[in-house]
Structures are given as structure tokens and as C-alpha cells.
């Protein structure tokens, strides 16, 4: 069946991290393995969302869109229900009961707490000073809103000027904004994952996005068990139905620059990366609910759940 885009539009900066550890869910073999862990992992993820939030019924996960319309269930809402089979993105790795026995036991999986699985890997989209800034609120198609903030004059404002400042200048290269110089490579040292846990851990009452709260506790996690923390930058872009249109930038730190001059925020020298075009990324796992199951027993499902929902609290 053909899948939908899960995203069209403006597209702000974004910093996709993963937890590395030796797994039998995973291909630790593709790379970037940050990106690859998104793909991989997407579908558990999702299952994950849907079953805190309560939106599992009858071995069905029912997408958020499913809860908008009760009540005016005209022809147009009815087309756009999206679930799929809650035992479809378990398949792949053998069943559900391996994959919550694998995840629950490990210390990568930072959402196990609430059951979750998948919880090694994340994203954190950011509001760029070099860009636009009307953006407040990522809408994906899989139903995340991921909020948009200005990480980058957060972190700098965190950091002071004194020695927590003088430490950090001593363990990552040199940006301005300091932000950008976190995300230089492809991943941290033992002695980086150590400061930065014990500086995200410290500020936890002013992160400022659910985003950055995920990833405080990959990084403190990433430092209690050795964990290696990977991650992969994606500058800002626009997609449409087909294609994601990433935007010229610096090839060392992410910052959009398309001249010949030296980067205005890491100094670097060489050209920039040139507009890039990638596939767009797809609504997997949602399907339509009328191409699964047929209109009739779609509109029954999505139905009952709506009937139901006001009684329901999330597992």
C-alpha cells in the first residue's frame, strides 16, 4: 500500500541522536547510525506513543487524527483515519513479547520506564538565529508535535561567562553560538558525555522542550553505563510530497552559509555543502484505516474508540 509523507513544508534544524549498544533489534552496521536507528526503530516508537497516550484497541493503534471529527464523521475525515495492526512493527524482530524483553532490560532504552521501547534514539529540532524563527511547532504526520525552540540563545545563556563556560571551551570546539560546536563530529567522548550529563542533569528545571528532557537522560544514561552517544545534524529545509530539500550549510557545524567566505559561526574554510535532496520521510508505520479494514468496519473501529476515549485512561 502507498504510504503518505509524513511532513511538508518548512523544516527547521534538527539533531537526530542514538545510544549505541550491542543489540539484536539493530544494524549497527548502517550509518549514519543516528539516522538509521530513526528508520529502523520508527515503528516501535510509534507503538510506544500510541499505547501511553491509550490508543491501542483491540490489537489496532489508532492514529491521533482518529479522536478529530467525533461526532461529524463526514466521508473526507473517514478517508483520513491512519492506524495499522499494533503487532505490524514487531513482526520484524521477532514478536512483541522479544522486543518489551529486549528493551526492558536495557539501559539504552530511556522511555522504559513507562513501558516504552525504542527509547535509544530521538530528536531535537531547534530554532536556528540564522533562519527564520516563525516556526514554534513541528507538526509530523505521525501525529508527533515536537516543539521548536531557540535552543541555541538557551544554551548560551546557560552557559554564562564564567567557569561552566571555561570548561565547556575546554572539551568542545569553539562556535558562536556555542551550540553549534556541540554537534561538531559525529559523536562524544567519554569525557564530553560525562560534562554534558552532569550540565543538562544540573539545569533540568530550565530545559526548555520534552525534546531536550529525552536526551538529558540519554546523556545521563550514556555516562552511568558507557554508552557511546552518536549523532547526526539535518539543517533546515522543505519538503514537499516527494523530495526534502535541505538548505546550504556549513559542512563541520550545520550553520546555513552558502558563500565562500570562512563560516560565520565555526570559522571553517571550506565551500559550503551545496543544497542537498533527499527522499522524503514517510508516514510508516500509519496506513489508512479504510484500506486496512474497509470503510465500514473502519468507521466501526474508529467508532467505538471515540465513544470510548472520554472513559479511557492511557496504560
Known amino acids: 500500500m502507498k504510504r503518505q509523507a509524513a511532513i511538508t513544508g518548512p523544516t527547521p534544524p534538527m539533531v537526530l541522536w542514538t545510544l ?21 526503530l520508527r515503528g516501535l516508537r510509534e507503538w510506544s506513543r500510541a499505547r501511553s497516550e491509550g490508543r491501542i484497541r483491540n490489537g489496532i493503534c489508532l492514529h491521533e487524527n482518529c479522536d478529530s471529527g467525533a461526532g461529524n464523521n463526514t466521508q473526507q475525515i473517514q478517508a483520513e483515519w491512519l492506524g495499522f495492526p499494533e503487532a505490524e512493527p514487531f513482526a520484524v524482530f521477532g514478536g512483541q513479547e522479544r522486543v518489551t524483553e529486549i528493551c526492558g532490560r536495557c539501559p539504552a532504552n530511556v522511555a522504559s520506564e513507562n513501558g516504552g521501547v525504542a527509547g535509544c534514539w530521538g530528536v531535537i529540532p531547534f530554532a536556528s538565529p540564522d533562519g527564520e524563527k516563525e516556526t514554534t511547532e513541528l507538526r509530523l504526520g505521525t501525529g508527533q508535535r515536537l516543539v521548536v525552540a531557540d535552543l541555541p540563545t538557551w544554551f548560551d545563556r546557560v552557559l554564562g561567562n564564567g567557569n561552566t563556560r571555561a ?17 561538531i ?11 554534558m550529563a552532569g550540565f543538562l542533569e544540573s ?12 536526551f538529558a537522560a540519554a546523556a545521563v544514561s550514556a555516562h552511568i553505563h558507557k554508552l557511546r552517544l552518536c549523532y547526526d545534524r539535518v539543517p533546515a529545509g522543505c519538503a514537499d510530497t516527494v523530495d526534502w530539500h535541505l ?10 552559509h552558502n558563500s565562500r567566505q570562512p563560516c560565520p559561526c565555526c570559522g571553517e574554510t571550506r565551500a559550503p555543502m551545496p543544497e542537498q535532496r533527499k527522499k522524503v520521510m514517510g508516514l510508516r508505520p ?15 473501529i474508529v467508532e467505538e474508540f471515540q465513544q470510548t476515549r472520554g472513559n479511557h485512561e492511557p496504560d
Open 20 to 40: 549505541l549498544v550491542d543489540c539484536p533489534l539493530r544494524d549497527l552496521t548502517r550509518s549514519p547510525a543516528a539516522t538509521a536507528a530513526s528508520v529502523q
Open 203 to 214: 539545569n533540568q528545571s530550565e530545559l526548555p522542550t520534552r525534546e531536550l528532557h529525552q
Open 185 to 195: 563530529g559525529e559523536e562524544w567522548n567519554r569525557v564530553q558525555v560525562e560534562w
Open 286 to 300: 500509519w496506513l489508512r484505516m479504510a484500506q486496512l479494514y474497509g470503510p465500514e468496519a473502519s468507521s466501526r
Open 167 to 183: 570548561e565547556f571551551r575546554n572539551l568542545f570546539p569553539e562556535s558562536s553560538p556555542a551550540w553549534y560546536g556541540i554537534w
Open 247 to 256: 538548505q546550504p550549510h556549513c559542512g563541520r557545524c550545520g550553520w546555513l
